[in-house]
């Protein structure tokens, strides 16, 4: 009786869950199964036919994901910039089209090559109020320097740029002379033992620029609310009235050439009479009238109303030299061309002995500065040491007491204070 029972239930788990009932082991350790271990392991086997569908479905759509992470990744290598605009919702980058992350997969990613491309590393410091570096902008009136290093690591060569925005500031400072020498040494054959030191001690006494230069210079009395030519005009003129005369006399002087018509046309249409009214009394004014009519005279027939634009042409112009036509280059061309030296820049540069050996005229002290001095300081020597020549510095009588070389100058250790007079008492 117990025998049939058992043959019966056999038979009938076998045509409900098919011939894996039974296992080898399973036989081995006992004949006979109950309808809770058959439906127990006809559960487990239909749990484990799930797993393994679930397992290759999920292998599946790892393989379709990382299709869609290469095709992103290729997108987002030509289009980074693009999409973290968007992201951010940047203004400026209004006008890219949105694109859809799902259709990233449609792009196929291009083809491997054999070397890798170097990795860009940049590193933008700015002076801002703004801590967030990732949004930094640089604006267009900043100026930027751009220093480059390269270096080898195993088989990729990596680029790095190290950008620093400087706000341009209205006064000198003698912090950013440091870093102007570092990032624009020059090797020079000969160089002042502490000119480095004393640059920065002429940099901290001109930085308020109250000297005359400062409000009476070429470039301030010019009329920049005139014409490209007529402007650069008056600045040539300018220059050719401050030879051997004071900034103020010359300031006088083109205030009433600016009233009376500062151009080429009126002052050929003006008679040497009138024009020797309106600059009296610069120096050497009635050599200065010849001057300036025969250079109006070949800038309006060689030149087409105004200036050369360069040091050649404009030394063959009649009263110009070596000075005025680097200065000239400077404020009317915005090009650094050379030093100008004036009396200014030579007594102080000997003084300093910023020249090799001592020079007797401008033009040998130009030759000399040039050959030593780092060329980004070319545009603000002439306007720093002439504000310092007419302040401290001066030709007769220098104030070496209030100098802050008066230590490290040759002719401030030599300078003796003037001792108070003090009256002796009669013994």
Known sequence: MRFGRSVAYCLFNVHNFRINIFSRADMASSKYFTRAQLQQRSDDDETN???????????????ENISKVKASETISGKLGCTMKSLARGKQEFSHAPALDL???????????????????????????????????????????????????VGDLDLLSLHIKAEKP??????????????????????????WREQLANIIEMRKFRDAPVDSMGCDVISDVLASPKDYRYQVLVSLMLSSQTKDQVTSAAMFKLREHGCTVSNILATSDADLGSLIYPVGFWQKKIGYIKRTSEILSAKYDGDIPNTIKDLCSLPGVGPKMAHL?????????????????????SNRLNWVRKPTKDPEDTRKALEDWLPRPYWSEINHLLVGFGQQTCLPVGPKCSTCLNKTICPVGLGHKAASPNVKKEKK
Do not use: L
């Open 169 to 194: 500031n209205q006064e000198y400072s003698s912090d950013s002379v440091n870093n102007a020498i570092t990032d624009h040494e020059v090797k020079a054959e000969w160089q002042p033992p502490r």
């Open 49 to 63: 036919g799930d797993s393994k569908r679930k397992t290759k479905a999920r292998v599946k759509v790892k393989e």
């Open 328 to 348: 000239t280059m400077k404020c009317a061309w915005g090009s650094i061309t050379g030093i100008g030296v004036d009396t200014h820049v030579h007594r102080i």
């Open 102 to 152: 799902v259709d990233r997969a449609s792009v196929s990613s291009p083809t491997p090559t054999a070397r890798k491309r170097p990795r860009r590393h940049i590193k933008i410091e700015t002076e801002s109020d703004r801590t967030d570096a990732s949004d930094v902008c640089v604006s267009k009136n900043q100026n930027v320097k751009v220093k480059q290093e390269v270096s080898s």
